[in-house]
């Protein structure tokens, strides 16, 4: 079964710039868009990147998606980190008709 | 706006059924796939499902076949999430996400005797 890992969690200070991956277990991460969505605490989620390295309206260009087929990865990357980015963030991609979604990694900003 | 709107909270005992509802508007309502999330207690999301309302065409985690059942009305543009028999451990957040990355706002199950 195809499987997305990420780590469980990251941190970094406002302003910086972090980079979030997000590893194919198997196949060509790249076969298939990747999605990110963030997750406040309490709150449901939001989508930040669809199809890869496209952000929704409203979605500031502080926040980017790209994949990297080398390493079988997609990433998130945030720059100009605001405390508000502090949330939980997940990848998601598709193994044929079947959603697959990485385990989630949460982003402290300090 | 394009938006979805989940019914609300529910609380039940093991053993009951359940359907929760997830409204869409501002959009063409049988165009898009709908999927449905679970988020337990603490942990991540699991895809749980996905239905396309313009043909009802219905596709399951392999977790959870058999378990839930999807539908969707495309005369009122509702999905909906059923159980015939709930169990302690259904109880979680359940959130529906259209094709396309527009999330509901989560309906809260608890079964609980």
């Known amino acids: 079964n195809f499987m997305l890992t990420q780590p469980h969690s990251v941190s970094e200070s406002p302003g910086k710039t972090v980079t979030i991956p997000c590893t194919g277990s198997s196949g060509s991460i790249a076969s298939n868009f990747v999605q990110w969505y963030q997750q406040r605490p309490g709150s449901a989620p939001t989508t930040v990147i669809y199809?890869?390295?496209?952000?929704p309206s409203g979605v500031p260009d502080r926040f980017s998606g790209s994949i990297d087929s080398s390493s079988n990865s997609a990433s998130l990357t945030i720059s100009g980190l605001k405390t508000e980015d502090e949330a939980d963030y997940y990848c998601q991609s598709y193994d044929g008709s079947n959603w697959v979604f990485g385990g989630g990694t949460k982003l402290t900003v300090l | 706006e394009v938006q979805l709107v989940q019914s609300g909270a529910e609380v039940k005992k093991p053993g009951e059924s359940l359907k929760i509802s997830c409204k869409g508007s501002?959009?063409?309502?049988?165009?898009?796939?709908i999927g449905w999330v679970r988020q337990m207690p603490g942990k991540g999301l699991e895809w749980m499902g996905i239905?396309?309302?313009?043909?009802?065409?219905?596709r399951y985690s392999p977790s959870f076949e058999g378990q839930v059942t999807l539908s969707a009305d495309r005369s009122i543009s509702t999905a909906y999430l059923q159980w015939s028999s709930l169990k302690a451990s259904d109880t979680a957040m359940y959130y529906c996400?259209?094709?396309?990355?527009?999330w509901g706002q989560g309906t809260t199950v608890t079964v609980s005797s």
């Open positions: 239905i396309y309302v313009g043909d009802s065409d219905t």
């Open positions: 996400v259209r094709q396309g990355g527009v």
């Open positions: 199809e890869d390295n496209q952000r």
């Open positions: 501002g959009y063409s309502f049988i165009s898009y796939w």
